[in-house]
Each structure stands twice: as structure tokens, then as C-alpha cells.
């Protein structure tokens, strides 16, 4: 059924369909819509979840761990600060091994305040072990909630799913959203084989010397690792189903392009309208959609790159001291490929600036008419 | 003589507990009251370490270690969790320390309780940071020392009145208890268990380590903490109904208990002197507020 | 039972830190330097108790309900225990630490309680161990005569009893009357002895128609004739008729003899047999009774319930006064000239010595004058002794016959015991003196040496139970488990009727009571199973069966010592480890 609705809805309709039956959450701008509309299902019954309304982020992902441990599926979304105050929690569940999946509606950390759009936030999880989905579209939004908790549930470790603020959040655009039997066909009930179970006496996330910790983070890489293989397969699967297919990338007009743009998110919808301006004057330009960060599928990145002779990673985030932290990783991806493509990485947008595709095509511009870029980072329509 | 208290036992042997910890003991008693049917959360604290190393667990019951400032909100997830399976009846017993109760999880607990999610809280409090090597909390009571209250300068505050604090959210159910009276711990916990709602038990733990105590002297320090009216044991309900469970023999000195801790020798006898007149204030009112008609006993033998 | 366990690779391990080993693995047991053991101290009414009683541990069996076990346990030590229940002085409940918490246990009313259950199990034979042909004679029915015949017949020895007397019993029967001792209690304790077999032949009196011949015919001989000889006044018209003396007075009415009293009847002296004369001679129907005695009240050696017994009849006491004059008239007796008395310095016994005072001599009516001053061993039969085939007379020491810890006499294979050897003077000092003397004849016949008895003012073991000697005192306790809780007292028959009869003038206590009175008791260094120390045990480390078989696991046990600090009654000791190890 078609839904025209705000991207926080369209997590939410997921949420529901993906028969969530715990959820944990704290209000945060712009993120809020996404639980209250949750909290409307559980009251009316819609949804049989409980809905526990905590008093901090942190206890939001305690929560969370918590309902996820005694074996139920379990959601919570947030943002920003929220997301920062989580960030022990973060580990915790992730290390854990709960397929736990939180949405996180990209917006700028203070100070100052500012409720806008930037990725920074969920980046700086990067290392907490938790997988991470960009979406660009709302109904993206949606089909990788359900996406998410299969493979989280198949490969035991958290999915963070990031759309940007406002830009998705709070546009509406028309979503198909699936039917119930269909979508429980791709997303059976789960039945976790480690829980809290009475009458199974075990302790879970005690003391581990260094005897063991070591083998405990390989098995998460191994299963970190692993997930880039489930990503492709259950994206295949729901493309079966549902006629919308989902892969660990998504290239645009890439075959013989020889600059190509990198993108995520909200960005990638402006840019690929300035990719076909760049083709219609005959420039071989061409995009490469960032879909999953973590895992980051550095092999299908080298593949998607090798032949470009110029990469621009568009970054609404910052590094301090590094730069871009989608560029960084796209040149560890190239790295060791015979005549890699130059990369320039462009830092945009940040703090919720609009990126329009006058903004494009001076990052192209710029591109062209360079051999390399001037800086370890080149700041986008910063006022100097 | 003999006890009236359950065979069953669901803390084994080989915990790492410090000779004559009182925590473990504390837990020995909570297990005996909920039986098998029970989720037991560990907050970070000496606990984390006294359950065991990976693969190993000392408690009987399941276990979820968990961190330092989520002690309520775990267990409102886990609770929520469990009862999504179907699992309704099994008790969520929330084990927390000091610290991780009257700092750092007072957010978390606070939070939980309001909620009046359904779940027993229970703070062990051995009256400071012990498994990081005895630095203060805000349960560390007024003259201890402690390595981060040295005998120059011994802890200036009160302790924190937790009991206070969550008599004040209106709980169904709150009370004291101590391993030296595993009967009334017992009972406590029981009558926990058959309320729904949130209930919060504050255990007095020894801590031969950071009291600078005999190993031996355990129960007479949690005894005479009891009869010297330091830690009286009491339960409020709804945070209006106060009523002492045991009333003390007879009353003795805090001196006696006093002076059986390192952390407590520097004090001067004038110290002490202040130490047993708060105490005296602190026991009278708790006397006038506490339901005298259901007290066990001639209440006034008790003077 | 291996509780290790280990991961050889990470394919082996689970995906998340699960925990499913139990810390069993962990033999915390390592970290100890001390360690508790469970070791049974001396408790102060054990002491005391001069038959040698185990009293911390029966109270514990009849805290338990186990009525014949108890009874049972006081059969090893004493065949009397419905004697001593009732006439006993009860020095244990003198040393009981209950004295301190609302008074000392009842133990005689326990006592007299499991002595009393009808349908007693009859007392234990032991598995025999008499070598072929050894015989013992015994001279004397008395406590410890029987004690000693008792014990040994129980070993299988064959044994026969000499009294002097027509009737079993010695003193329990001619001189405690009945109406402290019923005799249907005696005769059948008596009666339980004979049933293991003990000859007994009445009638014969050493010196006279047993001679010392007769016992050559035995291998061992246990002579126990206690004291039968009244101390004498020594006052002018003591030998008027009317003056009989307290034993001789108390045999007459204990044996059924006719006794005339009159009514007027004075008794001299402060002790049991004064207070027994004296309560006799009101039943029998005087009309006033006086105890005259030369100290205050505080200075009788009568039991104190006794005395206050006699004043509750009506018995008149006069204190501070002695006779020194009997008044005579046509060689009868018809008043009595005393002088009053005032307490000086202390005398030898510690007690103050009454001096009379000058002028004070004042007369008393009286038709019957019964002196009981004290008794002494009649021990005519040693003229005859050597001649009678032994070489040598048997030596005495303080007007009592001579004897070592091993109740050994001068002569080899002659032991000597109770009153006439000892002088304590109580039934249960005479059972603990017979005892002593049948495991001394045993340990004689078997030719082993009789060194290591334990000295005479302390008492002997027929089935000694492994007890730390060191004695638990109140200040030992652990009181916080302990409450003050009152003494049952017994009923007893109102004054102005028992005093009409011999019937029994003490109720025991009913079951209830005695429930009370076990309980009561703190079993001072005696584990009573109590679980102090399996509930506060830390590391879960004592385990036990039906309250009772503590065990230590010291796989585990860390040496904390709180099992040690809690034991309200100090059973459990902390012991350096390096002395286990050697």
C-alpha cells in the first residue's frame, strides 16, 4: 500500500512491520516522530510491543540490551547527543552480539545547538561494533529496517540504521509500504539461542581475561565480516519479494566514468540529477552510492573505483585531524590498486547547510580542473 | 534453635568474594527467597568479579552483567523482554553497589522506580568504592576514611539517606536489610517478590577490606550497625507507611561499632560523640514516623 | 567431578561471553591460612556434675524430642537418674550459664522427666569384655555400690552385692525419705540393675556374717559401706531417752519401724539430714519442730529448696543458737538448755566460726531431741580385716578409707569408693565414685595399669564423648543469640497438706516445661545443630545433614572465621592451617 510519509514514519511503519516487541526511547529532535508514532501503535494495540519510556539515551540502550538479552527483538531510535550518550551502551550490546537495531537521524553535535543535518554523529560510532545502513530515501527508510534486523539476527551484532535530518526525517515522499504476510515471510519471529532463560543458569558479559577476549572480538570480526555476504543476500531476497533490491552499494552511471562522485545519504539524490547534467554535456561522471559503512565493503569499493581516474567523496562530517571519514575509508579501499584513482575529499554541508546542485557541481569543478587536490581536505563553500 | 530458611541454594561455592565479604551472603539470602525462577543483573561493582570469569558463574539462577549507571534501566528492558516471551512470573532482581546506586545509577534507578517498572532493586552497600580500591561515594558515611578521604581529611558529608529517596518516588516497596538478620533479608525480599511494581532493599554489606575490619567480624559489624541503631532495619510502603522490623535488644553504643574499623580510628572520642547524637536524631524520628502499633514486642523495653 | 574448563581454539567458544561452568572449578579453599573445626567444648554443668552426667548433650536430645536417646545417654553414666532428678544438690545448675538469663536450667527436672517416661528402653548392655572367670564382690547397696556393680555387670561381669541392711539402697533408702524420694522411683532403678544380672544378698554385714574371707573367693572387691555413724552431741544427758540420733531416727521411719516423736521435737544441726529428721518428725505428727543451728541461714549446708520447704511446713529454725545441756528427767528427756551463738573469724572452712555467748543460756520443752551433726564411716570391720586372710589392714587417711584417682585402696585388688572413702556426702558423688571404681576394677582385671583416672574431685566418663577440656563460661558465649527467659518452677503439694503424708511434695515438670528448659539451654560447648554457621557461611561451604554433621568443605572454605565468631556456643575453633599440613 502507497503511503506518502515523513522518513520518521516510514522507520516507524517498519518498525511495526518488523513486529518489534520492545522498544526503549528518549526524545531527541529530529528523531522524535519516529517513537512517538511508535508509542501511538503500542497504545492502540496496533503494535504488541512494550514501549518502555526511559529517562536518558543511556538507559534508552540499556533497555534495549536489556529486552534484546531475555530473547525479545528490540528497537530504539535516536540522534546526536543521544546517540553520543549511548556510546558506552553502544559497546555493549554490540560486543554482546544483540541484533538490536536503533535508528539514528543524523544530526550536528554541539556546541552550539544545532538541530541539523550531519553525519558526524553515527560515524563517530564507527568502532563500537555496530553495522551501519545510510539511507537516502524514505522508503530506503523503511525496507532497511526490516533488512536490518534479518541480517542483525542472522549474524548477531547491532545494526544502526542513519537517515539525514529533516532532509529525510521530515519530507514526506511517497512509500510503498509491504504487506504484513509478505514482509513476515522475509522476517520470521526470531528465536535467539543465547538468552536469559529460567532454569538455565549462565552469566552473560562477565569478566573475561585476556585468556579469551582476543578470540571473542575475532569471532565479531568474523562475523563483521560475514555480514557483507548476508547484506547481499537478504538485499537479493527482498528484492524478490518485494520488488526493491538492496546491495552493499549502489553504482549510477559508473561503467566508463572517469570521475565519479561518493556519496551517502540525502546528498545522493542532488548529485545524481548534476551526474546527468555532467553526461548530458558529455563528461564521463559518474556516482557511487555509499549504502553500508560498517562492515565497509572494501572490496566492492575497490572493484566500483578501480577504473576512475578521479574520486570525489562528499563528507558531511568531520574528523578532526583526519578530514572526511567516508574519504578516508574509500582510499584505504583503493589502497594497493595499480594507478589508483586520485581521490579529492570534499567536506560539505556540515551543520545542516544545504547542498544544492550548485553545490555539485563546484565539488565537480573543482575536481576536473585539478590533478590533485590542493589539501589533505578541501572545504566546500566555506566563507574565508 | 534453627532458621526458617530455604534449603535451596543457588549461589555456589568458588565465588572470588573476599574472605567475609558481606555480598555474596547478601545475594546467598535473595536467591534463597525468589528460588529458580529469577534473572539476576549485575551491576558493575565488586559482584562483576565475585560471579566468576568467563566461562565460569557462581550464581545459579541466569546472570546478566551489565554497566555501571544501568542498573534500573536494564532491568526494565530485560523485564519488558522476558514478559514479550510470555515469561510473566520470573522475578528481575537488580543488584547493584553503592556506587552504582547512589552515583552513578541514581539517574537510571530513579528513572525505573517512577516508572514503577517491576523489578527488585537491591543495593548491596559496603559504604564506598571498594572493588576499585575504597575510594568514596556518597554512601561513605560522615568521619570514614577512605584513599580518596584520607585520615587528614576523613569524609565531611552524611551519608546519602537512599531509603529517603526512594520513599519519595511513592514505591510500593522499600527496606532495609542486613546479613547479620537473613530471616528479616528473607522475608524482605519475599514480600518484594509478591508486589508488583518497583521495590528497593538497601543491604548493609561489611566490607572487611575498606572497613579495615576482622574477616570474622562481619556479622557482629552488620549486627551492631542493627543494635546500635546505625543502620536501623525498617520497610516503608507506598513511601508513607514506615514500620521497624527488628527493634534492637538493647541499644549499645555506636562506639562498639565504631571501633572495630580502621576506617574509623582516627575519630576522637568528640567525633564520635556527634556521630551518636545524628544517630540518636536520626533513630527518633525514624521511631515517631515508624507505625509503633505494629512493632514486635514492648517497644519501650527497647530503651 | 572436574568443573575446568577450556577452550582449546575460538571454534570451541561461544560467539558472546556466555558463562555456563559454575565456579566449583575455583578452589577457593587455597586462599586459607586458618581453618574452622568443628570441636565440642566442656560445658559447665558437664563439670559439675559429680556422676559424670553428659547434660549438654542430653538437654540437646530432649530439645529434639528424643526422650529415650536422653535417657539413655544418662543410663551410660548413672543407673539413679530418678534418684538424682529429685535429691541430687544439683551443682550443675549451680555452674549453669543460664543463671545469668533468667535463671539456671532445670536440669534435675529433666532429669527426673526422662527418668520418668513410662516405657523406658531397659539399660544397654555392652558388648561383654569380663576376661573368663573374674568375679567382683561388692560390699554395700548404696549408690555407689550399686553404680559400681551397674557398670561392670553391663560389661558382662559377673557380680555380687553384700548389704548389711534387709533392703537395697543404702542411704537413698534408710535415709531420704519418702516423700522426696518415692520408693517405687528406687526400687525400680534398683530393680534394673539387678535385671543385668547382679546377685544381691541382703542381711550380711562385713565383720559380722560377711567376712573377709568370703570376699578372698572374688577377684576384685569394691567395698562402699558408707557413713552410718551419727556424729555424737557431746553434751551432758545426750544418752536420755528421747535422743535418737538423726540416721538412726531416719532408718526407723524410712524402714516402716514405729516411731514415737511427742510434740515437741527438736532437731540440732543445719544440713540435709536435720532437714530430712525434721520434716519426717512433723509427718509423723508433732506438733512443733525446731531446727536449732549454731551459724546463720547463710551458712546451712541443707539445699536451700529444702530448707525453705521445711519453713513452708512450718518447721520453726532457730539460728545462732546450740544445745549444751540435755535436760533429764527420770532418764527421759524433757528440755533442752541452749546458749546463743555469734559468728567469729573465719574458720578453716572459710565460713565464720560460732562463738557462744556469755550469758545467753536460755531452755527449750522438748520431748524428742533428734542430733544430726553429721555422719561418719562405721569402720568396725577393719579389726577383723587381716585376720580375716588378708595381710594387711587397709590404711586410712582423714577418718575415711585411703584411696588413689584409680579408687585403688592400700591393698591391691580391694578398691574402696563412695562415702566411706570420698565423704562428698551426695548420691550422685557415690554413683560417680562407683563408676569410677568399676572401670578402674575392669581396667585391674585386664591386668592393664590403673594410671591417668582423673583426680578424685573430678569426675569419670562410662561413655566419655570427645570434648575439648577447656570449659565454656558465660563470657564465652555469643549473647546476641540468646534472650533472657524465666525458669519453670515446679508445683509442689500445698504445706498444709503434704505435710500430713509422704507422698511426694514436688510435682515434675510436664512436657511443655521441659521443652522450655531444653531450649533454654544454650548447650554451652556442645553443637546442637543450630545452622549459625551454615547460614552465615560465605562461600557456602557447610554443609550439613538434619541439623546435624556439620561439614566443612575445605575445597572451599576461605578461613574467614565468621562461622567460629557467630557459634553461639563456641563449638567451632579456627586453626592454623601450617598445623594441618605437617
Known sequence: ???????????????????????????????????????????????????????????????????????????????????????????????????????????????????????????????????????????????????????????????????????????????????????????????????????????????????YYMELRHKMHLAMQSALAEITAAGNEFGRLFGRYYGLLEPYRLEDADVVLVTSGSITGTSRVVVDEWRARGHKVGLLKMRVFRPFPFAAVRQALAHAKKVAVLDRDISQGLGGIWASETKGALYGVAEPPVVFPFIIGLGGRDVTPESIHKVLDYTVAHDAPEDDTVWMEVKR | MSYDVSESELLASGHVA????????????????????????????????????????????????????????????????????????????????????????????????????????????????????????????????????????????????????????????????????????IRKVQKAKSIRGSKFLHVLAPCPSGWKSEPSQSVLLSRLAVESCIFPLYEVEHGEEYRITVWPKARVPVQKYLRLQGRFAHLRDEDIGRIQENVDDEWQKLVTRSDRAKAPGNVDQAF | MTYQISFRNEGEMPDLPVSSGTTLYNTTGTWRYVRPVYRNKTSPCNVACPAGEDIAQYLGLVAKGKYQEARLRILEENPFPGVCGRVCPHPCESECNRAELGGSISIHMVERFLADLAGGAPVQRLPSNAPAGATVAIVGSGPAGLSCAYQLARRGYPVTVFEAWDDLGGTMRLGIPAYRLPRHVLD????????????????????????????????????????????????????????????????????????????RVAVVGGGNTAMDAARAALRLGAQTVTVLYRRSRYEMPAIAEEVQEAQDEGICFEFLTTPVRVLTED????????????????????????????????????????????????????????????????????????????????????????????????????????????????????????????????????????????????????????????????????????????????????????????????????????????????????????????????????????????????????????????
Open chain 1, 1 to 211: 500500500m502507497e503511503k506518502v510519509i515523513m522518513g520518521n514514519h516510514a522507520v516507524s511503519f517498519g518498525v511495526q512491520l518488523a513486529r518489534v516487541q520492545v522498544i526503549a526511547a528518549y526524545p531527541i529532535t529530529p528523531q522524535t516522530q519516529i517513537v512517538e508514532m511508535l508509542s501511538e501503535l503500542c497504545a492502540d494495540g496496533r503494535l504488541a510491543a512494550k514501549f518502555i519510556k526511559v529517562e536518558s539515551e543511556h538507559s534508552v540502550m540499556a533497555a534495549v540490551v536489556g529486552a534484546s538479552i531475555a530473547g525479545a527483538r528490540a528497537f530504539t531510535a535516536t540522534s546526536s547527543h543521544g546517540l553520543a550518550l549511548m556510546h558506552e551502551v553502544l559497546h555493549w550490546a554490540a560486543g554482546g552480539r544483540l541484533p538490536i537495531v536503533a535508528a539514528n537521524v543524523n544530526r550536528t553535535l554541539g556546541p552550539g545547538w544545532n538541530v541539523w543535518t550531519e553525519q558526524t554523529d553515527s560515524l563517530a560510532q564507527r568502532d563500537t561494533g555496530w553495522m551501519q545502513l545510510y539511507c537516502e530515501t524514505n522508503q530506503e527508510a523503511l525496507d532497511l529496517v526490516l533488512l536490518a534486523y534479518r541480517v542483525a539476527e542472522k549474524v548477531l551484532l547491532p545494526v544502526m540504521l542513519v537517515l539525514d535530518a529533516f532532509f529525510l526525517s521530515h519530507t514526506m515522499e511517497p512509500v510503498d509500504v509491504p504487506e504484513q504476510a509478505l514482509v513476515d515471510r522475509f522476517l520470521p519471529s526470531f528465536e535467539p539461542q543465547y538468552k536469559l532463560q529460567p532454569g538455565e543458569p549462565c552469566s552473560f558479559y562477565g569478566l573475561v581475561t585476556p585468556e
Open chain 2, 18 to 185: 573476599c574472605p567475609g565479604c558481606g555480598a555474596p551472603m547478601a545475594v546467598r539470602y535473595a536467591l534463597k527467597a525468589l528460588g529458580e525462577n529469577t534473572v539476576l543483573i549485575v551491576v558493575a561493582s565488586c559482584w562483576s568479579i565475585i560471579a566468576g570469569p568467563f566461562p565460569y558463574t557462581a550464581a545459579q539462577v541466569p546472570l546478566l552483567h551489565t554497566l555501571f549507571a544501568t542498573g534500573g534501566s536494564v532491568a526494565s528492558g530485560v523485564k519488558a523482554g522476558l514478559e514479550a516471551r510470555g515469561l510473566q512470573d520470573t522475578t528481575v532482581l537488580t543488584l547493584a553497589g553503592d556506587g552504582g546506586t547512589f552515583d552513578i545509577g541514581i539517574q537510571a534507578l530513579s528513572a525505573a522506580v517512577e516508572r514503577n517498572e517491576d523489578f527488585i532493586y537491591m543495593c548491596y552497600d559496603n559504604e564506598a568504592y571498594m572493588n576499585t580500591g575504597i575510594q568514596r561515594s556518597s554512601a561513605t558515611p560522615w568521619g570514614a576514611w577512605t584513599t580518596t578521604t584520607p585520615v587528614k581529611h576523613p569524609k565531611d558529608q552524611p551519608k546519602k539517606d537512599m531509603v529517603a529517596i526512594m520513599a519519595a518516588h511513592r514505591i510500593p516497596y522499600t527496606a532495609t536489610a542486613t546479613i547479620a538478620y537473613p530471616e528479616d533479608l
Open chain 3, 188 to 263: 525400680a532403678e534398683i530393680a534394673a540393675i539387678a535385671r543385668l544380672g547382679v546377685e544381691m544378698c541382703t542381711g550380711r554385714r562385713l565383720g559380722d556374717n560377711l567376712s573377709t574371707a568370703d570376699l578372698r573367693a572374688f577377684s576384685a572387691v569394691f567395698l562402699a559401706v558408707g557413713q552410718q555413724k551419727s556424729r555424737a552431741l557431746e553434751v551432758a544427758g545426750e544418752d536420755a531417752q528421747g535422743v535418737v540420733a538423726g540416721l538412726d531416727f531416719l532408718r526407723r521411719v524410712n524402714l516402716g519401724m514405729p516411731v514415737e516423736v511427742g510434740a
Open chain 3, 331 to 582: 532418764g527421759a528427756i524433757r528440755g533442752l538448755q541452749c546458749v546463743r551463738m555469734q559468728l567469729g573469724a573465719p574458720d578453716g572452712t572459710g565460713r565464720r566460726r560460732p562463738e557462744p555467748l556469755a550469758g545467753s543460756e536460755y531452755t527449750l520443752n522438748v520431748d524428742v531431741l533428734i542430733p544430726a551433726l553429721g555422719q561418719e564411716a562405721d569402720l568396725a570391720f577393719l579389726e577383723h580385716w587381716a585376720g580375716g586372710g588378708l595381710a594387711q589392714t587397709l590404711s586410712m587417711a582423714n577418718g575415711l578409707l585411703e584411696t588413689d584417682a584409680a579408687a585403688q585402696s592400700s591393698q591391691t585388688g580391694i578398691f574402696v569408693g563412695g562415702d566411706s572413702a570420698t565423704g562428698f556426702g551426695t548420691v550422685a558423688h557415690a554413683v560417680g565414685s562407683g563408676k569410677r571404681a568399676a572401670l578402674a576394677i575392669d581396667r585391674y582385671l585386664h591386668g592393664e595399669d590403673l594410671n591417668g583416672f582423673p583426680a578424685l574431685d573430678q569426675h569419670v566418663h562410662a561413655a566419655p564423648r570427645d570434648l575439648d577440656p577447656a570449659v565454656v563460661r558465660f563470657a564465652d558465649l555469643n549473647l546476641a543469640y540468646f534472650e533472657e527467659l524465666p525458669r519453670p518452677e515446679p508445683k509442689q503439694r500445698p504445706a498444709i497438706e503434704r505435710k500430713r503424708d509422704f507422698a511426694e511434695v514436688t510435682d515434675g515438670l510436664d512436657e511443655q516445661q521441659v521443652q522450655q528448659e531444653a531450649h533454654r539451654c544454650f548447650s554451652c560447648g556442645t553443637c546442637n545443630g543450630c545452622d549459625t554457621c551454615w547460614l552465615y557461611c560465605p562461600d557456602v561451604s557447610i554443609s550439613r545433614v538434619d541439623h546435624s554433621d556439620y561439614q566443612v568443605n575445605y575445597d572451599y572454605c576461605k578461613g574467614c572465621g565468621i562461622c567460629a565468631q557467630e557459634c553461639p556456643r563456641r563449638a567451632i575453633v579456627m586453626e592454623e592451617e601450617l598445623k594441618w599440613k605437617k
